[in-house]
């Protein structure tokens, strides 16, 4: 029983990888990364079109975008169906749609920061603007590696840095929609929630800059 199992198994991932490889670098993971490229705007669009659900439109494709950030990466291991343009597309496609969602929201403090204030438009301001120079300088150190033929290995702070920053964008952009159907405490809680977590984000993304220069400032050396 188990040989017919592992047989029909095998069956099954070897018609999945012919799926998956595609022709040349179009396979499945890189179609994935170019899915998410495209799906910014889109996300945009219904960020800022008026109609009371807009926000929740706007999560649902967000929360799509960052299941094939999931699903590109796996594929692509576990398959060996690693590219060139894979592995240029995915962190530009990663960081443009976090990057995108963060600004969106500066444009509208009244719908994320419920009124707190200038200082918390400032505050939110600037840990934008940690979050955009920790990838661009990630960025540069990269560039620089492959430039060496050095590879540079994603660290464990980059990691749970990217999972908050979703998880962040999320909830704020549900307390938003949530706001859009009632002046309820629910929105305000979901909000703050929100805003916790992207605080935690930022201070991860210190941690993981600071982790990722001192790891990798060889580099610049050679």
């Not at 690693?82 to 995108?100: Q, R, S």
């Not at 290995?153 to 938003?176: E, P, R």
């Not at 859009?180 to 930022?202: E, H, P």
Request: hydrophobic share 60%; aromatic share 10%.
């Amino acid at each position: 029983m188990k040989n017919v199992m592992s047989e029909e198994n095998g069956r099954a991932d070897d018609k999945f990888y012919r799926f998956a490889k595609g022709k040349g670098v179009m396979n499945l993971p890189n179609i994935l990364t170019l899915s998410r490229m495209v799906m910014i705007p889109l996300f945009a669009l219904f960020f800022y079109l008026e109609f009371t659900a807009h926000y929740f439109v706007a999560l649902a494709v967000f929360a799509l975008a960052a299941l094939t950030d999931l699903l590109d990466g796996k594929i692509a291991r576990k398959y060996n169906l690693v590219t060139n343009l894979g592995k240029f597309l995915d962190p530009i496609a990663d960081k443009a749609l976090v990057a995108t969602a963060f600004i969106l929201m500066l444009t509208r403090p009244g719908s994320f920061l419920f009124g707190l204030g200038d200082w918390a438009i400032i505050a939110a301001g600037c840990g934008v603007a940690v979050i955009i120079v920790r990838e661009i300088i990630v960025s540069g150190f990269r560039m620089v590696a492959a430039d060496a033929g050095v590879v540079i290995a994603a660290d464990i702070f980059g990691k749970y840095k990217t999972v908050m920053q979703d998880l962040a964008v999320a909830v704020l952009l549900a307390g938003a929609g949530i706001a859009g159907f009632t002046d309820g405490m629910a929105a305000d809680i979901v909000n703050c929630v929100g805003l916790a977590l992207f605080a935690v984000a930022v201070l991860l993304t210190i941690a993981s800059g600071i982790n990722y220069i001192v790891r990798n400032v060889g580099v610049l050396k050679k």
